[in-house]
Nanobody
Framework: QVHLLESGGGLVQAGGSLRLSCVAS??????MGWYRQAPGKQRELVAR???????NYADSVKGRFTISRDNAKNTVYLKMDSLKPEDTAVYYC?????WGKGTQVTVSS
């Protein structure tokens, strides 16, 4: 059975940085990504990356967030810099139809 396990969330002040990690067990996925869901809002794409290194980002995070993968470890990362209060959300790792349980990111002003 395939699982996605996220880690790295937490509380940070505006302007700070965090790095999220997501380890996939059992499969190697062509595309892995991060989504987020803020209270009262729909889940939205943050960033995705393919095995070949192609990426796409939400406009709201371009220039601040960086997605990367370590294919040997079957792990995807999300480095988040210049964090803003509006980045506060639960961040979910995704691969194919599989979702992680999420990790909370809270940015204080």
């Amino acid at each position: 059975q395939v699982h996605l396990l996220e880690s790295g969330g937490g509380l940070v002040q505006a302007g700070g940085s965090l790095r999220l990690s997501c380890v996939a067990s059992g499969n190697i996925f062509y595309s892995m990504g991060w989504y987020r869901q803020a209270p009262g809002k729909q889940r939205e794409l943050v960033a995705r990356m393919t095995l070949g290194g192609s990426t796409n980002y939400a406009d709201s995070v371009k220039g601040r967030f960086t997605i990367s993968r370590d294919n040997a470890k079957n792990t995807v990362y999300l480095k988040m810099d210049s964090l803003k209060p509006e980045d506060t959300a639960v961040y979910y790792c995704n691969a194919a139809s599989i979702w992680g349980k999420g990790t909370q990111v809270t940015v204080s002003s």
